[in-house]
């Protein structure tokens, strides 16, 4: 399967078959966003709290990526909960294990995304949003950096622009060289 990580996302979106990918590049496009905000979170209060109302993270990303099997109080209230602030703050809720697509569509995520590319705790080693989607990445995949950050929104927003903007490059590069 080959990326199309050199179209825009509106070509994406209108290239492709499946309906979550077509959405997916849709809100990316309105919402001027190819950030992934991935979380371990839990509990559900804790959960929701980081797209809305406590740190107002949900308007910023295209995708919420989640680990269900780590809530330990998942129920029906996190699910409805997920679907409200889905539509409320216009993006995807993903389970950690159902980010591929099946058919031509393919879309590649990249995880270890922090503005700071310096490694973590644990030895993980980060790449910049820049760097990420300079390597074809369409969507980049951010967690603690932000969500952990003394000032997650001001995080999210620079990560945001930076993958934003790196896009930009890459498409109008790709325009240039048609």
Not at 39 to 61: C, E, F, H, S
């Amino acid at each position: 399967m080959a990326s199309r990580s050199s179209l825009s996302y509106t070509a994406h979106a209108q290239k492709s078959s499946n309906s979550i990918v077509k959405q997916l590049f849709e809100i990316a496009e309105t919402k001027k966003t190819n950030v992934t905000l991935s979380v371990n979170m839990r509990n559900t209060k804790d959960l929701l709290a980081l797209a809305d109302p406590q740190t107002k993270l949900g308007p910023y990303i295209a995708v919420f990526r989640i680990h269900i099997d780590l809530i330990s109080d998942s129920s029906e209230a996190t699910v409805e909960g997920q679907k409200q602030l889905s539509v409320k703050h216009k993006f995807l809720f993903f389970e950690d294990r159902n980010m591929a697509t099946e058919d031509e569509d393919f879309v590649l995520f990249t995880t270890g995304v922090d503005r700071s590319s310096k490694g973590g705790k644990f030895g993980q080693q980060y790449q910049t949003p820049t760097s990420a989607i300079e390597r074809g990445a369409d969507f980049i995949i951010a967690g603690r950096g932000i969500y952990a950050a003394e000032d997650p929104v001001a995080a999210m927003k620079l990560c945001q622009e930076e993958g934003w903007e790196a896009y930009l490059k890459r498409v109008e590069k790709q325009e240039k060289d048609s």
